[in-house]
């Protein structure tokens, strides 16, 4: 897994400022008032500080962003970084802060001056989150990350509430990780296996191979990966810290996507090693629930397949039968996650019996025409649920735009032969792939569906990521079982 850098916490010590190596950050307020670490700092490099606060620069920064002052006069640090941020700022500045601070850092030593602004946590948590780079396919070994300490008012209650910070961190690196692999690294059974090992945080992790899949009759999972000499599997992952049924979890893990028999264009073909984003993310929030220790129920699953190509692959016209009993004409065998969603939705519901039920999966190109690389797509049968989680995504900063489902537009799926078909044509294909996996929601579950095809992977950075696998999700879900399923 890609190191995190090292985040620690301690009392204000301004003397022996001067013979600190690495860098140096201050954080200050638009107006520009020094803390008196700030007016140490200003006395040692001869009016340097006071210099940029007064400069166009400085006003025309935005709160979060900063300035750096290199090779600093007085100091043996090899810059001293300025952020432009209140005394007591947002979450969502305080993170943009600390992001701003990991790309001036790269991988050098830093020393934090925080003082009495509020909520040191969470800018370290945009510290390490922004500070992510994937370069374990790379032949040159990265730079070890160095440490960073952050000097504030309060440093055990800052450690305490960092804690969370750090397992939601790793949660998202884990995602990251798992959505950046390539194929040829991460197929199935790698991927069960990185799952298998997250039994030594605490969770109870199975495996359902094919055999057992099969006689489940889990049909139209199976028929996705047919066609490759990867096996089909399922993981399901449980978290027992609380009391009562379940929240049940379930992501799209399709490593590669080639579209199978109705093969995708060669262009862009290669981003569909990102096409098991949903499982990526179910896998990373059951890791940051572990090591945060959260005292709730939650399970995950994910259905793992590769879609190919063969003589043995599924054909367009092919007729399927889900574990639900359903019969599904596969018209489009590019249009396969939804195939891979039912037989695990079903199986929650039938095995795991949850309270709940949220899916997550890179499904469908119409989101991204929808919503673009800002928001996923959020279908649900349930206004307070669908709320809940927007509020808890609104809340972390994670962009998310609620979609409708309606009666009409099943006429789309209809099929001479079979139950449904798979795909319902252009129009609204993101509602129709949320319809067609509303199906094989139980009458009284509450249920959201979250199409990230958007925002798993960008081809830019994000206010918390670079460019690539975003882990969009680990936070908002996270936030959600804080606010809506942990016991007291």
């Known amino acids: 897994m890609t190191d995190l850098r090292k985040v620690s916490f301690g009392a204000v010590e301004l003397d022996g400022l001067a013979e600190v190596g690495g860098r140096v950050a201050l954080l200050l307020p638009a107006e520009g008032t020094m803390s008196p670490g700030a007016r140490r700092v200003n006395r040692l490099t001869k009016g340097a500080v006071q210099r940029i606060v007064d400069a166009e620069a400085w006003e025309k920064l935005a709160v979060g962003d900063a300035l750096s002052l290199t090779y600093p006069t007085g100091m043996a640090a090899v810059a001293v970084d300025l952020v432009k941020l209140p005394r007591r700022p947002s979450v969502a500045e305080a993170r943009k802060g600390g992001a701003s601070l990991a790309k001036l850092a790269k991988s050098e030593a830093l020393t934090v001056l925080s003082e009495n602004t509020t909520r040191p946590e969470e ?3 945009g510290l390490m989150l922004r500070g992510y780079a994937f370069t374990a396919r790379k032949s040159e070994a990265a730079d070890a990350l160095a440490e960073t ?4 008012k309060a440093p055990q209650e800052a450690t305490a509430a960092f804690a969370v910070s750090q397992a939601v961190a790793e949660g998202v690196t884990f995602t990251r990780d798992l959505v950046s692999e ?3 690294v991460l197929g199935t059974v790698e991927f069960a296996d990185r799952l298998l090992a997250l039994k030594e945080h605490g969770l109870e992790v199975e495996v ?3 055999e057992q899949l099969a006689e489940l009759g889990m049909h139209a999972l199976l028929g996705v990966g047919q066609g490759s000499a990867m096996p089909s599997k399922v993981v399901v992952m449980r978290w027992n810290g609380g009391e009562g049924a379940p929240l049940a979890l379930v992501g799209k893990g399709v490593v590669f996507d080639t579209g199978g028999i109705s093969l995708k264009p060669a262009g862009g073909m290669e981003d569909m ?3 098991m984003g949903g499982a990526g993310v179910v896998a990373g929030v059951m890791k940051t629930l572990a090591m945060r220790k959260a005292k709730a129920n939650v399970v995950g699953l994910v259905g793992l397949v590769e879609n190919m190509p063969s003589s043995t692959a599924q054909r367009p016209g092919d007729i399927v039968t889900s574990m639900k009993g359903d019969t599904i004409e596969v018209i489009n065998t590019d249009a396969e996650g939804r195939l891979v969603l ?4 079903w199986y929650a519901q039938q095995e795991i019996k949850p309270r709940a039920m949220i899916d997550l999966a890179t499904l469908t190109g119409a989101v991204i025409i929808a919503l673009g690389h800002e928001n996923a797509g959020v279908l649900s049968n349930n206004d307070g649920f669908a709320n809940q989680f927007l509020r808890a995504a609104q809340a972390e900063g994670e962009g998310a735009w609620r979609l409708p489902l309606g009666k009409a537009y099943d006429d789309q799926l209809k099929s001479l032969k079979a139950d449904m078909k798979n795909v319902g044509g252009r129009p609204a294909g993101t509602i129709t792939a949320a319809q067609f996996l509303q ?5 009284d579950m509450p249920w959201i569906h979250l199409d990230i095809a958007g925002v798993a992977q960008t081809g830019g950075e994000t206010a918390l990521a670079p460019k690539g696998a975003t882990g969009w999700g680990v936070m908002a879900l996270d936030r959600l079982v804080r606010d809506q399923f942990e016991s007291e």
């Not at 039912?342 to 939705?345: E, K, L």
């Open 149 to 152: 300490q952050i000097l504030c």
């Open 123 to 125: 800018l370290a948590l």
């Open 273 to 275: 090693t990102m096409d």
């Open 182 to 184: 390539p194929a040829n």
């Open 439 to 443: 199906r094989f929601v139980k009458e």
């Open 342 to 345: 039912c037989d695990v939705m």
């Open 208 to 210: 359902l191979e094919e």
